[in-house]
């Protein structure tokens, strides 16, 4: 029974690309978050998404990111036009129903 | 709304000494979890120990306890007879039990232990 599996570990963009980070929950969690964390910071809440839904975007920038959770598919964490001030580390869970998380490895973002 | 207050930035102990790490919250919701994390340099989320806000006893976990005062909306952990793996940032959070809702965290607490 796989974890929560995040790809890629790292990823180094140029200012103004695209970046696409990615999260495949536990089998049988249907409720997915994402999480920011700056250097030596804690964790913010970023949004939170079902199967098809977005339940709850507030900590979500309201431009260039957006994020998605497909019937079918992992979670994607999508940030446009990326600028020094978004890398940091981006971390999913994922639970069954709504207690219980389990976190991914995390992302880890460097823009250059 | 919901908060988590961490106010020790970092600590140092000396190994096999026990450390506690402190975490205050504010919720106006009866019913709430309260959760601690570890997360080493390598960079991962580690869920170290759970509580339930009407459970009648404190949270245990090998060497991790939660001392549970809910009056005073603290949540400290506890680690009994620390070790150089105890190394790490240690995070307290927060949930609305029972509901659709996202975790909430503190700033964390960056604990050493020296040998």
């Known amino acids: 029974n796989a974890g929560v599996m995040q790809n890629p570990r790292h990823l180094v963009r140029r200012r103004g690309q695209e970046a696409r980070l990615r999260c495949s929950p536990m089998k049988g969690h249907s409720h997915v978050y994402w999480y920011r964390q700056l250097p030596e910071e804690g964790l913010k809440f970023m949004v939170y998404?079902?199967?098809?839904?977005?339940?709850?975007e507030s900590g979500m920038p309201k431009e260039r990111f957006s994020a998605e959770f497909p019937k079918e598919g992992p979670s994607i964490l999508r940030i446009q036009q990326v600028v020094r001030g978004d890398s940091a580390a981006y971390f999913c869970?994922?639970?069954?129903?709504?207690?219980?998380?389990?976190f991914g490895s995390g992302t880890r973002l460097t823009v250059v | 709304a919901q908060k988590i207050t961490q106010t020790q930035p970092g600590m140092f102990v000396q190994e096999k000494e026990a450390v506690t790490l402190d975490c205050t919250y504010d919720t106006s919701d009866p019913s709430y979890g309260l959760f601690w994390y570890k997360q080493p340099s390598s960079g991962e989320m580690i869920f170290l120990i759970y509580q339930g806000s009407y459970d009648q006893q404190n949270a245990t976990e090998g060497r991790y306890s939660l001392n549970f005062q809910k009056a005073r909306k603290s949540a400290n952990l506890v680690i009994s007879a620390s070790q150089l793996g105890d190394s790490a940032m240690y995070f307290c959070?927060?949930?609305?039990?029972?509901?659709?809702?996202?975790?909430?965290f503190g700033k964390g607490t960056r604990l050493h232990i020296l040998p």
């Open positions: 869970a994922s639970s069954q129903s709504g207690d219980g998380y389990t």
């Open positions: 998404l079902q199967k098809e839904n977005i339940i709850d």
């Open positions: 959070a927060m949930k609305r039990k029972n509901r659709d809702d996202k975790i909430i």
